[in-house]
């Protein structure tokens, strides 16, 4: 039986999707925050070596292409950031290679468009190759091809995608996945915003969307990424609908990963309705 962090035994491979925001893996200045990586890479590597089949569907491109350019700001032109994210995308997978071959971990590039799940036959082929890469103890590594695909980055708007929560909840039901976690730069849906009242409370446990937890969704985050509760509400009735939990939490402690896994409370954890309980 499989053993993970500090002799725990893992009773139950799990396929787990974590998703890692733009501001948890670059610094303010866009650049790449490498200790906050490689601690990310080392539980990730960790939870594969323990048993579980992992999928990193990962932000950032943009801005570290920015900052890999010399550039003051993220790029207005259409052109200037499909430029950037393709920059930064080439940095951005020769860090995570080079980080998971320290743990003796391969990874795989896998670059999406809107139209790759949507289309059946498109999505059949990525679904053989997700199942065939995690049958080899392998770690997809995803993302939006935002060289290719404009939705997001040009209008904000979307048509499949356009924002890596919905893009990682997607993967997750394409896969089959088990457990989706989003790493992000807050702690979980609260009931009232943090930022404007003190008493708020985290919610740690949600079992339907309903109207009053829709309304809980705020604006957008950091200038550096471009999702806030909303698309965040958005990939968990995803990802429920396709018997997946999924928890929100804040990737500043990605050693948080190992609980989440284990079922503990960290975060807001939405219950997939399909089984209705926990990891």
């Not at 990586?37 to 292409?65: C, F, K, N, Q, W």
């Not at 590039?109 to 059949?124: K, Y």
């Not at 404007?196 to 990424?225: C, N, Q, Y």
Request: a negative charge.
């Amino acid at each position: 039986m499989p053993v993970g962090r500090e002799g725990i035994v893992i009773r139950n491979k799990r396929r787990i999707v974590v998703k890692v925001g733009t501001s948890t893996l670059t610094h303010s200045s866009g650049s790449l925050d490498l200790r906050s990586m490689e601690r990310l890479v080392r539980v990730l590597a960790d939870l594969s070596g323990g048993g579980h089949e992992v999928i990193l569907v990962t932000s950032g491109a943009i801005a570290v292409g920015t900052a890999r350019m010399g550039l003051d700001e993220r790029p207005r032109a259409l052109r200037m950031k499909q430029a950037a994210a393709a920059v930064g995308q080439c940095r951005m997978m020769h860090i995570y290679d080079k980080l998971f071959s320290e743990y003796n971990c391969t990874v795989a590039q896998i670059l999406l468009t809107g139209e790759d799940v949507e289309d059946p036959v498109r999505a059949g082929h990525l679904k053989n190759t997700f199942t065939s890469l995690l049958e080899l103890g392998i770690i997809p590594v995803v993302n939006e091809n935002d060289s290719v695909s404009s939705a997001e980055i040009e209008t904000g708007h979307h048509k499949v995608l356009g924002d890596n929560d919905t893009l990682s909840a997607i993967v997750a039901e394409l896969c089959g996945a088990e457990l989706l976690v989003l790493l992000s730069d807050i702690d979980g849906l609260y009931d009232r915003d943090p930022k404007k009242d003190p008493s708020a409370k985290l919610l740690h446990r949600v079992t339907e969307l309903t109207p009053e937890i829709l309304e809980m969704a705020g604006g957008a985050g950091t200038w550096r990424g471009t999702g806030g509760m909303a698309t965040k509400l958005s990939a968990a009735k995803i990802a429920m609908e396709a018997g997946c939990d999924m928890v929100i939490t804040n990737g500043a402690r990605p050693e948080g990963l190992y609980d989440i896994v284990e079922g503990t409370d960290i975060g807001t954890r939405f219950l997939a309705a399909k089984r209705g309980a926990a990891l």
